[in-house]
């Protein structure tokens, strides 16, 4: 027979440790990026939700993202929004080319500003070569666009070759992006990523595969990444201390002689002298039919390389789904951010309630108050 007050020691005993390694949990603690405070180290990371008109969010946008951030959501980062019309993924993704789009993304961003804690961000991007598409298959040019790319290479058998860049349209997308950024602003978002990842239209310059060009973006490392660095500068060139710029990268591309991951601690060295805050590092994208091993944190050890090697912050991300996980990639200083996606998805309060383990102070709507304890 089981001694009851040995039992009941034990369970205090353990309960206590438990408690004691989460009661100061990293993931519940602020962080600073210039000037701005992220109440925690939760970020929604940004997904498409292929539901806009014309580029515009809608009230599905409002509800989508005030529900996380009334989640106690440190950080929420809007989904891939084109800088131009042909920029998006789909038909149905967010833009902000227009003023009607701008005062649609102010009218949630206001929302969450005034009645939560979290900060909100935009993921700006074009999808080059992957645009024009519906559920991953590319659509017909009389229902969608001519693609555009660094060079006539498609993504996919059977795709349209995509219009090959000039080097005047490329310095005017880099003018798309600044416009984007001011009008990003001007919606009230606190921070701005770049998307240079996943196969879309930056990634596409980046990676030896997809970039076959001999001007001055084509061949060398260094030609490679001059558009995203034209674009970091032209950003940078708007934002001030209190409003930090992340990019995100694949950190590899899971290809023979592709973009990998020491081609991306390169570029992060490059970037942290470039006045970029963070480095999203996440994977693929850019290789059809590219083989990935997937499991919990699978990309975690990209985001750990990197910021191992070149001091830059990170955010980590892929199939994070527990508070015990997202405070042990922090502990062993493997990133300094966890971005969620489909966990989030499926629950908005994913951060309030992994805070309820190990007591750590998350913000709680105060109409919901009784529902703490």
């Known amino acids: 027979m089981i001694d009851k007050s040995i039992f009941a020691v034990s369970v205090f005993v353990n309960l206590s440790l438990y408690q004691s390694k989460y009661i100061f949990m990293i993931l519940y603690t602020p962080l600073k990026f210039r000037n701005l405070e992220l109440k925690n180290r939760w970020v929604m990371s940004p997904m498409c939700m292929y539901s806009a008109e014309n580029g ?157 060009r001999a001007d001055e973006y084509g061949g060398s490392f260094e030609n490679r990444i001059r558009f995203l660095l034209e674009i970091v500068d032209a950003a940078n060139e708007l934002l001030d201390e209190n409003h930090p710029l992340f990019v995100r990268i694949s950190g590899t591309e899971y290809a023979e002689n592709g973009w990998d991951i020491e081609e991306s601690v390169q570029l992060a060295e490059v970037l942290k002298n470039k006045n970029v805050d963070l480095i999203d590092v996440s994977s693929g994208g850019n290789i059809h039919g590219a083989k990935i091993t997937l499991f919990d944190g699978y990309q975690v050890p990209l985001a750990a390389q990197i910021k191992k090697e070149t001091g830059i912050k990170t955010g980590a991300v892929g199939l994070i789904k527990t508070a015990a996980l997202a405070e042990e990639i922090l502990q062993k200083e493997e990133a300094d951010l966890i971005f969620v996606a489909r966990e989030i998805l499926r629950n908005p309060y994913l951060a309030i309630q992994g805070s309820f383990g190990g007591k750590a102070e998350c913000d709680f709507p105060p109409q919901y108050a009784r529902a703490r304890i």
């Open 56 to 212: 515009v969010a809608n009230d599905f946008h409002f509800v989508h993202y005030a529900s996380r951030a009334q989640g106690g959501t440190g950080l929420l980062l809007v989904e891939a929004t084109g800088v131009v019309p042909e920029g998006r993924i789909t038909n149905q993704c967010t833009g902000l080319w227009n003023d009607d789009q701008t005062q649609a993304f102010k009218r949630i961003v206001d929302f969450i500003h005034q009645n939560s804690e979290s900060k909100i961000g935009i993921q700006l991007g074009h999808a080059g070569r992957k645009a024009s598409t519906w559920n991953g298959q590319q659509i017909p040019l009389d229902e969608g666009w001519e693609t555009v790319a660094p060079s006539k290479i498609p993504y996919a058998e059977g795709e349209r070759i995509p219009h090959e860049l000039s080097v005047s349209e490329i310095k005017h997308l880099v003018w798309d992006f600044k416009e984007a950024t001011r009008r990003s602003l001007e919606a009230g978002f606190d921070l701005i990523e770049i998307h240079a990842a996943h196969g879309y239209l930056i990634h596409q310059f980046m990676s030896p595969l997809s970039n076959v």
